[in-house]
């Protein structure tokens, strides 16, 4: 939960200081990822250690998709 909170928070500051265009959504993004990873913590629905490598598969690639496409839809900086 540190690691998205200290990576959503640095996407947002960076998306003001230097406009990368994917900052702006990657930094929410992470940001809402610390709900599903705090109900798995809390062991609400239980799952084993498969569900957290789901779940870190989905954070990891969601982040690549959101880069991917914003940037290639808007360009580096917008």
């Given at each position: 939960m540190l690691a998205l909170l200290?990576?959503?928070m640095a996407c947002i500051a960076n998306a003001r200081r230097c406009?990368?265009?994917?900052?702006r959504y990657t930094g929410p993004y992470y940001?809402?990822?610390?709900v599903p990873?705090?109900?798995?913590?809390?062991?609400?629905?239980?799952?084993?250690?498969?569900?957290w490598l789901?779940?870190?598969?989905i954070?990891?690639?969601g982040s690549k998709?959101?880069?991917?496409a914003t940037e290639r839809?808007?360009?580096k900086f917008s």
């Open positions: 200290w990576m959503g406009r990368r265009t994917h900052c940001l809402a990822m610390i990873v705090a109900a798995l913590a809390l062991g609400f629905p239980p799952v084993g250690i498969y569900g789901i779940l870190g598969c954070i990891l690639l998709a959101i880069w991917w839809a808007w360009g």
